[in-house]
Nanobody, 125 residues
């Protein structure tokens, strides 16, 4: 069984910082790539940042210069460091991961598009 869990959300004042974590465990051998998404009430889910297996990163224009995505391969964890937070960053943040897992026969298997349960980020003005 694969577990993908986000953590680190909370309530912060505008201008503050938070660090979100996306940790894969269970039968996960390796996180291949991760995208962070967010969804505010009444709005579509939007891509915030992504990191590839090689460490290449990309960001939405709205967060460039304020958010940094990084990975710790030894911990099978990807982080989203969020700084200079604004009220409009208030959303539920989700990570979506492509994983290399060990299947029931013991072989490694590429499994894309695992989603975590989300973590709430609220930025007060």
């Amino acid at each position: 069984q694969v577990l993908l869990v986000e953590s680190g959300g909370g309530l912060v004042q505008a201008g503050g910082s938070l660090r979100l974590s996306c940790a894969a465990s269970g039968s996960t051998l390796k996180i291949v790539s991760v995208d962070w998404y967010r969804q505010a009430p009444g709005k579509q889910r939007e891509l915030v940042a992504g990191i590839t297996s090689g460490g290449s990163t990309n960001y939405a224009n709205s967060v460039k210069g304020r958010f940094t995505i990084s990975r710790d391969n030894a911990k099978n964890t990807v982080y989203l460091q969020m700084s200079s937070l604004k009220p409009e960053d208030t959303s539920v943040y989700y990570c979506k991961a492509d994983l290399l897992i060990k299947d029931t026969l013991g072989y490694s298997s590429y499994e894309p598009d695992y989603w975590g349960q989300g973590t709430q980020v609220t930025v007060s003005s």
